[in-house]
């Protein structure tokens, strides 16, 4: 009954920039946090940005300074601008979101389908 629908991703060369966007939708009660999660080849898939509800935002060290991450609680969006991108930061990025549902204090992560992001000259 929960959505979450990825925009963005390409192929830019070393220096450029991206956005990914990612909204929620469906039966949404809360949405508690929303971020950027990604998986290079290889590689165990780690956090890249979240955001919660109260505006609290936590940044991999690898990308601070260089991406950064906003928020809109009333539409259940989240956007990432990615600039000074490096080859480093190529991967599939799954945008992911931490719902409550009602009175049901249980957490819930949703994820999206991934999106490619690739940095080459």
């Known amino acids: 009954q929960v959505q979450l629908v990825e925009s963005g991703g390409g192929l830019v060369q070393p220096g450029g920039s991206l956005g990914l966007s990612c909204a929620a939708s469906g039966s949404i009660f809360r949405v508690n946090a929303m971020g950027w999660y990604r998986q290079a080849p290889g590689k165990e898939r780690e956090l890249v940005a979240t955001v919660t509800r109260g505006g609290t935002t936590n940044y991999a060290d690898s990308v601070k300074g260089r991406f950064t991450l906003s928020r809109d609680n009333a539409k259940n969006t989240v956007s990432l601008q990615m600039n000074s991108l490096k080859p480093e930061d190529t991967a599939v990025y799954y945008c992911?979101?931490?719902?409550?549902?009602?009175?049901?204090?249980?957490?819930?992560?949703?994820w999206g389908q991934g999106t490619q992001v690739t940095v080459s000259s």
């Open positions: 992911n979101a931490k719902l409550t549902f009602g009175t049901n204090l249980r957490q819930y992560d949703y």
